[in-house]
């Protein structure tokens, strides 16, 4: 069935779109719910305001987030974690973890769901995480991950190791 969308629907279209979705995704979500509706001249005149509404208001919240991006390109965080004897965490480092790190080190506020992290981080090193503002913003942050005071002996005595097998090589 041919549907014009009203709202929109994550993963399947954006306010004014007009896709083929099936009958009954049509007739038992969509339609009943009013987030689509079937492709009248009225619907479409209705979805068509109704996108170059959403178009000003995402523009809008585009050039807000662009002015935060600024601000975190280039940047660079450090978080203090602890390593066991083989050197992986205790633990590990989330996006939780990654949003409080750059809310102490910038001041902007994030909602952990912006740090956009695969698989949290269970190793130390330097990664590069992605944050997401809008649809069409977004910024890539450096995420150092170093040990804490307590892990720093085994940490140096791994780098040791790491580097005694690479000469030998």
């Not at 956009?116 to 992605?130: C, D, M, T």
């Not at 150092?144 to 892990?151: E, G, K, L, Y």
Request: aromatic share 4%.
């Amino acid at each position: 069935m041919k549907v014009v969308f009203f709202e929109d629907v994550e993963g399947t279209a954006h306010v004014g779109e007009i896709k083929e979705v099936k009958n009954g995704f049509a007739r038992n979500y969509l339609l009943p719910r009013g987030i689509a509706g079937p492709t009248t001249k009225e619907n479409l005149q209705r979805a068509n305001a109704l996108a170059q509404r959403e178009a000003r208001r995402q523009e809008k919240l585009d050039a807000e987030a662009r002015v935060i991006a600024a601000k975190l390109e280039n940047l660079a965080v450090s978080i203090e974690a602890r390593v066991g004897e083989t050197g992986r965490l205790f633990g590990s480092v989330t996006n939780r973890d990654i949003a409080a790190a750059i809310k102490s080190a910038t001041g902007v506020e994030l909602e952990h769901q912006q740090v956009l992290l695969p698989e949290p981080i269970r190793e130390l090193g330097r990664r590069a995480v992605e944050i997401k503002f809008t649809r069409n913003v977004s910024a890539e942050v450096a995420v150092d991950v170093i040990p804490d005071a307590s892990s720093k002996a085994i940490a140096e005595k791994l780098a040791a190791q790491a580097q005694g097998a690479a000469e030998s090589e």
